[in-house]
């Protein structure tokens, strides 16, 4: 993905890439179902992080006070709070938030240690190597511990995927197209060492998982907090460290706000929404797609209802979150497997402009596809790529599969369901009005090229390549 990022690096992201990549037949009708699917994708990222963020302050007010009987409302109305936030960053605030992620960056590596060491410094009791290693659980009481394996995958996924995220704030971005591969990478090996770092210490400290489980925080969903307060022995300690956590889910439910919107206004931008002409609007002094992040926040409210009536209904929506971005990275991943393979893709250039890569002559396009400045080459590029597919195809399998058995309607996984209903929508609207107006991507070159020569800042709004 970050090689694609590189050839193209625009806020439409795996959609525009799509239609970079497929064949001439069907480029348009492909890349427009991408985009829902994308669409839908993040607005399920969003939503779900605010109601992590949400539960999560729930939670600690059990941890703290046992006589606090929580409510589903209770976790809607503060679900609601943590949107509002966003909101707030990324309209008010938005000129000074590359600074302010930034400073959640920093606080990111700082609280990673400054949680961990007093958990493990200070856990009364430890796991030994033996069990921490090879003690395997399967809790979901699946015919194989293999099984189990590949279904407990789905919630690491969940906690690490969305690495395109930077993608759709690619236009906003000077030398997107070597910044924006780079930072995927090293957000990934950075998260993903971390969250290794956290998962081995945290399984060290823990010495009976079903306690934390049976817990009240474990019964809502969060058995960290009571690991955390059975390690400290303080629960204003533990409340403390837990506070760390409740910041770092608020900068991942601010950074999914702009993202969801940036999708949003990008393909308002390509006449593929309904209301595009009055959605693609940027606020005049900041060039921030405003109604973009209105609209997005608003469908977040709205899903944070479901929560009040049936909380199963409401993780069936948010189910898409993995299951709708992994079809689009399965199938941008083996469109350009498809294109190295056969050679269809240039050498890089060094006078390379992103939007050149378009896809758009010769029959096919095959010339007009160019590499960027990140690019893996040869077989190990090849193999990379087949990689990415083959793990892609696997946690889009395994997304779908409840988590435990017996499967009841309560823990039935119902992402399938709304997969499906997500591109029969799609498929409809393209075919009854969308393909009159929606012809792909647009691509701007001479008017975003000139911006980037001329911007003389860091950063350059959306509004610069328009």
């Known amino acids: 993905m970050a090689e694609m990022a590189s050839m193209a690096p625009t806020s439409g992201g795996q959609y525009h890439w799509c239609s970079m990549l ?27 992080s605010g109601y992590l963020g949400g539960n999560q302050v729930v939670a600690l007010i059990a941890l703290n006070n046992a006589d606090y009987v929580p409510q589903l409302w209770h976790g809607t109305l503060l679900f609601w709070a943590f949107i509002l936030v966003a909101v707030f960053i990324n309209t008010v605030t938005s000129r000074a938030l590359p600074k302010i992620e930034i400073a959640i960056l920093v606080l ?16 009364p009791a430890k796991a030994s190597s033996h069990e921490v290693f090879t003690r395997l ?16 995958l789905i919630g690491s996924v969940f906690a ?16 997107a197209e070597v910044v924006v591969p780079w930072c995927m990478v090293s957000a990934t090996l950075l998260n993903g060492a971390f969250g290794w770092g956290m998962v081995i210490a945290i399984v060290f400290v823990t010495v009976d998982i079903f306690a934390a489980l049976d817990s009240p925080t474990g019964s809502l969903g969060f058995p960290i907090m009571e690991i955390t307060y059975s390690a400290l022995g303080s629960k204003a300690g533990a409340s403390t460290l837990i506070a760390i956590l409740l910041f770092m889910t608020a900068a991942g439910t601010i950074a999914a706000m ?25 606020q005049p002094k900041t060039a921030i797609p405003t109604l973009a992040i209105i609209i997005t926040s608003i469908v977040a409210g709205l899903i944070g209802l479901v929560n009040i009536g049936s909380a199963t209904a409401f993780n069936a929506v948010i189910s898409l979150s993995v299951s709708s971005l992994y079809a689009t990275y399965i199938i941008t991943e083996s469109l350009l497997l498809w294109r190295r393979c056969t050679g269809a893709i240039r050498p890089y250039q060094k006078h390379f402009f992103p939007s050149d890569s378009t896809g758009d002559q ?24 087949f990689f990415a597919v083959a793990f892609g195809l696997i946690i889009f399998f395994f997304s779908f599969w409840p988590v435990a058995t017996p499967v009841t309607p309560v823990t ?10 997500v591109v029969l929508f799609a498929v409809l609207y393209y075919v009854l009005y969308a393909k009159k107006v929606y012809n792909g991507p647009i691509v701007e070159v001479s008017l975003y090229a000139s911006a980037l020569e001329k ?12």
Request: charge should be neutral; hydrophobic fraction near 50%; proline fraction near 5%.
């Open 108 to 123: 990111h590596i700082v609280g990673f240690f400054a949680f961990m060491i007093p958990i493990v410094h200070l856990a």
């Open 137 to 152: 659980s399967n809790g979901g009481e699946w015919p194989s511990q293999g099984l189990s394996f590949f279904i407990g």
């Open 160 to 175: 690490m995927f969305g690495c395109d995220s930077v993608v759709h704030m690619a236009e906003e971005t000077r030398n």
């Open 362 to 385: 010769d029959g096919d396009g095959t010339n007009r596809l160019i590499w960027g400045p990140f690019h893996l080459p040869g077989i190990f590029g090849i193999a990379v790529n």
């Open 22 to 48: 497929a064949p001439s037949s069907c480029r348009v009708f492909l890349s427009y179902i991408t985009s829902w699917l994308v669409i839908c994708g993040w607005q399920a990222v969003l939503s779900g």
């Open 412 to 421: 039935m996984n119902y992402s399938i369901l709304m997969t499906a209903a």
């Open 258 to 282: 702009a993202t969801s919107s940036r999708m949003i206004w990008a393909l308002a931008r390509d006449r593929g929404l309904p209301g595009w002409h009055l959605v693609t609007k940027l």
């Open 455 to 466: 911007a003389p800042a860091e950063k350059i709004s959306l509004g610069t390549a328009i």
